[in-house]
């Protein structure tokens, strides 16, 4: 995901999952295409913290897509300070709980 309209539709209508390391929106949407936006502002670092921690929740996402089988829509994550500095295992562990989370629950009424 690129555009801003993009982000802020799944902000608006999406499941919002917080977590330690990251808060994670998720809009379904029809069939099983599925979109990845992440966002690190300058709050948690320099360029070199924000890309290390998007690269950790793009390798999350990628060799945990048995958590989104059978779901298609479009995923937000909000990198935390802590994302770039912590454990694998912790950041996985909790990846895979807030994705659970995010992509099960029940869609927000519509405004």
Same mark, same amino acid.
């Given at each position: 995901?690129?555009?801003?309209?993009?982000?802020?539709?799944?902000?608006?209508? /999406? $499941?919002?999952?917080?977590?330690?390391?990251?808060?994670?929106?998720? @809009?379904? /949407?029809?069939?099983?295409?599925?979109?990845? /936006?992440? !966002?690190?502002?300058?709050?948690?670092?320099?360029?070199?913290?924000?890309?290390?921690?998007?690269?950790?929740?793009?390798?999350?996402?990628? !060799?945990?897509?048995? @958590?989104?089988?059978?779901?298609? /829509?479009?995923?937000?994550?909000?990198?935390?300070? $802590?994302? $770039?500095?912590?454990?694998?295992?912790?950041? $996985?562990?909790?990846?895979?709980?807030?994705?659970?989370?995010?992509? !099960?629950?029940?869609? %927000? %009424?519509?405004?």
């Amino acid at each position: 995901m690129l555009r801003r309209s993009d982000f802020k539709r799944v902000y608006a209508g /999406g $499941a919002k999952v917080v977590g330690r390391y990251f808060v994670v929106f998720a @809009l379904a /949407g029809e069939g099983e295409v599925r979109r990845l /936006g992440i !966002t690190a502002t300058r709050k948690i670092g320099g360029a070199v913290v924000r890309n290390r921690a998007r690269r950790r929740i793009r390798e999350l996402a990628r !060799t945990r897509e048995e @958590l989104l089988a059978g779901w298609g /829509g479009e995923i937000v994550v909000n990198v935390r300070r $802590a994302c $770039a500095e912590v454990a694998w295992g912790a950041l $996985a562990e909790e990846f895979e709980r807030c994705m659970k989370r995010a992509t !099960t629950a029940p869609r %927000p %009424p519509a405004p």
